[in-house]
């Protein structure tokens, strides 16, 4: 959000502190300040000059946090924030509302969606005539944006300046009366902006009695738009349900500065200070217009909400000691109310304060005002005896043995493509369901481990997974332990595996073994089992550690078995061959076969090839084994 330093200075008699300075106030005790820029002034002939002096500008991109986003939209919301965190008083900026006039319209109003709309005002204004003022295009060109026409100039002018969102439709093109209502089947709007939109029956739109007008607190539409030759109007100022404009907002793929401050829960109480204040700009532009009755459906007005609180409280809270004279400055400055009974002070919070709501609230506004560089760091005590979570010291016993063992850790994707816990907003079209078990990705994990064995130097793979797995009943916590290689190891492996599993925890752990993939559910177990006391962790080494990435390319696996003299050492033989091998060798030579036969020892070994960079063929690989045979030759051995 973009922020006027000269707009916001025109709310304090006293100088504002300078633009950097300010700024670092503003970071450390309201919202980020993401860029500070210096304006250009357009003169009327098209060139640009620099405001200096007196006529510079900044103007500070303001990234304002969702909790506060309920009144900071705006010029107003911040000279509210910086009146508070610097102390400097604010001016109470107020325009002159224009006379009511009769006027030749009757507006009727018709409110058929009451729980997405809390407020609708309205009100004619006829005999309008549109006057160019040089302020308002200052204004709007330091917010960056481009001049319509008065009208709709006013319009975001007040918005910037109040927070409050506002339209207004070209009264002569408007068919009968404003009629709030959720959008027909079939019914179509295009909007400012010449977008065709499909409507249907979860779009709120603001109606006239033949068609949509606008997308209620999100855009308006062609239909009813204000032009340069526009003379008669009815404004429109409104609240709307905050999630409803969130979720349409984004289901539409329209989001616009309205709907920006609707989604925030933006005070109702807005709506009449954005009448007012449109109103009083047009009466500025043109004092002959006439101004009809503000029509104000309000039928549930915002209450002002009292909260019982201790300034004991508030310094315990902060960890700092503060007197209740600070206390009580910090909201006046935030313009809270207190009412004094005792040790407890009721407050009052404005009404548009929509972010005050529990005590910590309140101790966070006294913190802001502090300044949080001014509260003493201190560590929270400690008790001797740290409490250790009963599942994570299960799980991590469980890691420890099986890692012990020689098995690896996997972690699989909790997404799947069928099931019965569907997502709402799923990442891709096979991850709609969350997953029940953790077989079946595991299954493809041992099958991929098991293929890429060899560049381990492994022949099988031996790994394992603790993972959640969701069912309509909840979350659960299950195991699965998978051994992929010779078949009849591979069973004695996972057997035994599970034997071990049990033997740590002292009972039976049940589960299901098939295709080679064992699963069981732990919470079972770990409810059968006693609280943890003391636990002794082993913290890995601090020292820096290199890691080189892996290949993402295929790798070629070849065996050589060579016969040797019984006095040749494999040492000697696997250092031949890897002098010869090239670069290209990832892993090897590895013995994996010896034995003797009349007086010459038989030795296997093995290589596995891999390019970082591309894929090997077998021609290049097969050149180099040439060359180790070539080499193995001439030390008088024979290749098998």
Same mark, same amino acid.
């Given at each position: ?71 900071? =939209?705006?010029? #107003?919301?911040? !000279?509210?924030? @910086?009146?508070?965190? *610097? ?5 109470? /900026?107020?325009? +002159? ?18 729980? =997405?709309?809390? #407020?609708?005002? !309205?009100?004619? @204004?006829?005999?309008? *005539? ?5 302020? /308002?295009?200052? +204004? ?21 300046? #109040? ?478």
């Amino acid at each position: 959000m973009k922020i006027s330093y000269t707009w916001l200075q025109s709310y304090f008699e006293e100088k504002l502190p300078e633009p950097e300075k300010l700024a670092e106030r503003i970071t450390f005790s309201f919202a980020e300040i993401e860029s500070i820029e210096t304006i250009e002034h357009t003169e009327r002939d098209g060139t640009k000059t620099t405001r200096n002096e007196t006529e510079k500008d900044y103007v500070f991109d303001i990234k304002v946090l969702p909790d506060r986003a309920c009144y900071a =939209l705006s010029h #107003r919301g911040v !000279a509210y924030e @910086v009146s508070a965190i *610097t102390g400097l008083k604010k001016k109470e /900026v107020e325009y +002159h509302a224009p006379e009511v006039k009769k006027v030749a319209r009757e507006l009727i109003i018709q409110i058929k969606a009451p729980e =997405l709309c809390q #407020r609708y005002m !309205a009100r004619v @204004v006829e005999n309008v *005539t549109q006057k160019e003022m040089s302020w /308002v295009k200052e +204004h709007l060109e330091a917010m960056g944006q481009r001049s319509i026409n008065p009208i709709v100039d006013g319009a975001n002018i007040v918005m910037f300046d #109040r927070g409050q969102p506002l339209h207004a439709f070209d009264a002569d093109k408007v068919e009968g009366g404003i009629i709030v209502r959720m959008a027909r089947k079939g019914e179509k709007i295009v909007t400012l902006d010449n977008r065709e939109v499909n409507l249907d029956e979860s779009v709120l739109v603001i109606a006239d009695e033949k068609s949509p007008l606008a997308i209620a607190g999100i855009k308006g539409g062609k239909k009813a738009e204000v032009t340069s030759a526009t003379k008669n109007l009815i404004l429109e100022s409104a609240s709307f349900n905050a999630s409803y404009i969130r979720k349409t907002s984004e289901r539409l793929g329209i989001r616009t500065d309205a709907s920006k401050r609707y989604e925030n829960r933006y005070s109702s109480m807005f709506a009449s200070k954005g009448m007012g204040d449109f109103s009083a700009y047009l009466f500025e532009m043109d004092k002959s217009a006439s101004f009809g009755e503000i029509t104000d459906w309000y039928p549930n007005p915002v209450q002002e909400k009292k909260i019982s609180i201790s300034p004991d409280y508030i310094a315990k809270k902060l960890g700092a000691e503060l007197t209740l004279d600070f206390i009580e400055e910090s909201f006046g400055r935030l313009l809270i109310k207190v009412e004094k009974k005792g040790s407890e002070w009721i407050l009052t919070p404005p009404v548009w304060r929509a972010d005050l709501i529990i005590l910590e609230d309140i101790s966070e506004e006294v913190g802001r005002i502090l300044g949080y560089d001014k509260i003493p760091s201190t560590l929270p005590p400690v008790s001797a005896v740290a409490e250790i979570p009963k599942s994570f010291y299960y799980e991590w016993k469980i890691r420890e043995a099986l890692v012990g063992i020689g098995f690896s850790e996997v972690m699989t994707s909790s997404f799947c493509e069928k099931g019965s816990v569907a997502i709402e907003k799923p990442l891709a079209e096979d991850k709609k369901y969350a997953r029940e078990n953790l077989r079946g990705s595991f299954e493809k994990a041992l099958k991929m481990n098991a293929l890429n064995a060899p560049l381990f130097g492994q022949d099988e793979a031996l790994i394992f997974e603790i993972g959640t797995i969701f069912t309509k009943d909840g979350e659960r916590t299950a195991l699965a332990i998978g051994v992929a290689g010779p078949k009849k190891r591979s069973a004695g492996v996972l057997e035994a595996t599970i034997k071990e599993v049990s033997e740590l925890f002292g009972t039976g752990v049940g589960g299901e073994t098939k295709n080679g993939v064992y699963e069981c559910m732990l919470n079972d177990v770990f409810e059968k089992l006693p609280e943890p006391t003391t636990w002794n962790i082993s913290i890995p080494s601090a020292e820096n550690q290199t890691f080189a990435p892996y290949s993402l390319y295929p790798f070629i696996v070849r065996d050589i078995a060579l016969f040797v003299s019984s006095d040749t050492t494999q040492e000697s033989v696997a250092s031949v061959i890897r002098e010869n091998a090239g670069d290209f060798v990832v892993r090897g030579p590895v013995l994996f076969d010896e034995f003797e036969k009349e007086g010459k020892k038989s030795l296997a070994f093995r290589l596995v090839f891999q390019s970082p960079e591309r894929t090997l063929t077998d021609e290049e690989v097969n050149a180099v084994m040439k060359t180790v045979y070539d080499a193995i030759v001439q030390k008088g051995w024979e290749i098998r």
